[in-house]
Structures are given as C-alpha cells and as structure tokens.
C-alpha cells in the first residue's frame, strides 16, 4: 500500500515495463516525484530540469514532459 492508500500492484507495473523494454514498444510512463529542483543548462543552449528526491535519487527532464508542478505546504519540505 502506498502513503496515498492507494494500492499498487508492482508486479503488475513491472511485467509492462519488462514486456515494453522486451519488445521495443513506446510507452508513456506518469510518475510522481517529489524534491527540489533547478535548472540545468546543456551546452546546447538547452535547459533542463533538475530535481532531488530523497536520498541521491536525481531525475532529469524537459518542462515539456511535465503535466503538472504542485508546491508542496512548507512544514512537508525537507531542510536542507
């Protein structure tokens, strides 16, 4: 059960993702991820976004494959 009480079944999500990788399909994968971010300019010229999770988690990606962006309340940040 995840923090949000809603239940995943990891087996379920695993088997796509093999069978996707396996076979070369495309898919389209949304993932919640929370930290903070910055940017990150490419020598290209390009920027990029940057964001910590916990720990050492860091996850790169362009603002074009962002749905949505949430602030998280104060008290919920991490200190740094």
């Known amino acids: 059960m995840s923090s949000r009480g809603r239940e995943i079944d990891v087996g ?3 088997a796509k993702l093999a069978e996707a990788a396996e076979t070369g399909a495309s898919v389209e994968v949304i993932l919640v991820v929370r930290g903070r971010v910055r ?3 490419a020598p290209s010229g390009v920027v990029r976004w940057r964001m910590r999770g916990d720990g050492d988690h860091v996850l790169t990606f362009r603002a074009e494959s962002v749905v949505a962006a949430t ?6 940040r991490r200190p740094r």
């Open 12 to 14: 379920a999500v695993h």
């Open 39 to 41: 940017p990150v300019r």
């Open 71 to 76: 602030p998280l309340p104060s008290t919920s």
